[in-house]
């Protein structure tokens, strides 16, 4: 069966740009393939971070991708500093994996001008990547536009290896990317990808009241300065929100409207927000029941890194008998 990996940075409850953009997709892939769903908590620690804060985010991510729909007895959703495997990998992978490579990675350039000290985590960030991806021998990755090039190296780490290893049989395959449907979710400020750290995105789990005091002042088409200006829709990030949340049926009419100015901007918005309600209602209420049930989080935490470990375990094992270590 095919086999798919996907991680996600503890960063608290879900927002609907993480959920469009992986969580809701984990829910449909579930169905499909052998899934390994990892809240990657090491990966949060090339910043300045709380410990306390840590561990509640990593919680409250929990909780939200369980209410959003991911089903611990059919996919394998585990803590990935629970599965020591991973860092042992990642040293692992560290004797050969290109530093020209991953000097050019683009998310180490950006984030590295911004910083005055710069940790070697920042650096070897996508090495730990691509352990997480490789431990499980997976085959597909999903992942949004901003993740591909992180996914070549990982490719690039596993040709090496086998080449290195393992030259008459591959031992770990190159995984593909399975891009997500909806790629790159723009925040309320339309000028950036949706993020907490911005302060352009609407919580999963918000009230439906918190959600439209956000929609009502949303960056809209810019061409829509007055109520009788006919839009175009594909530059207006509410009608992608449209695409994402409301029925076809719906985008279609927003587009009519939008293009003909049948409707204002406040009016899509409140289509929207109805759209947005139907879908996330259920999620809030799920998310309210598993909170209230601490033990199970626990429980589904802790039975899927059983299952992790099982499978990284033997990868470890025939990794260390193809290296030369042990007797």
Known sequence: MTRIFSGIQPSGELHIGNYLGAVKNWVAL???????????????????????????????????????????????????SSVPEHTELAWIFNSVAPLGELERQTQF???????????????????????????YKADLVPVGEDQLQHLELSREVARKWNARFSPA????????AEVTPTAR???????????????????????????????KPAVTDP??????DPGTPEVC?????????????????????????GWGCIDCKKVLHESMTAELAPVRERAKEIRASPIAVDTALRSGAERART????????????????S
């Open 169 to 176: 049989t591959p031992f770990f395959p190159e995984p593909k």
């Open 185 to 215: 979710v723009m925040g309320l400020d339309g000028s950036a990808k949706m993020s907490k750290s911005l302060g352009n995105t609407v919580g999963l789990l918000e009230e439906p009241a918190a959600i439209w005091e956000k929609l």
């Open 109 to 135: 350039k950006d984030k590295s001008s911004r910083q005055e000290s710069i940790a070697v985590g920042l650096l070897t960030y996508p090495v730990l990547q691509a352990a997480d991806i490789l431990l």
């Open 223 to 228: 061409a829509r300065v007055r109520r009788t």
């Open 311 to 326: 499978v990284a375990r033997d990868t470890i094992r025939e990794v260390k008998e193809r290296m030369g270590f042990g």
């Open 30 to 80: 579930q169905q499909r393939f052998e899934s390994f769903y990892c809240i990657v908590d090491y990966h949060a620690i090339t910043v300045e971070y709380e410990p306390a804060a840590l561990r509640e985010r990593t919680r409250d991510m929990a909780i939200s991708i369980l209410a959003s729909g991911v089903d611990p007895a059919r996919s394998i959703l585990f803590v990935q």
């Open 237 to 261: 990030n509410i009608y992608h929100l449209h695409k994402a949340f409301s029925p076809p049926e719906t985008v279609r009419h927003v587009a009519v409207q939008c293009s003909t100015a």
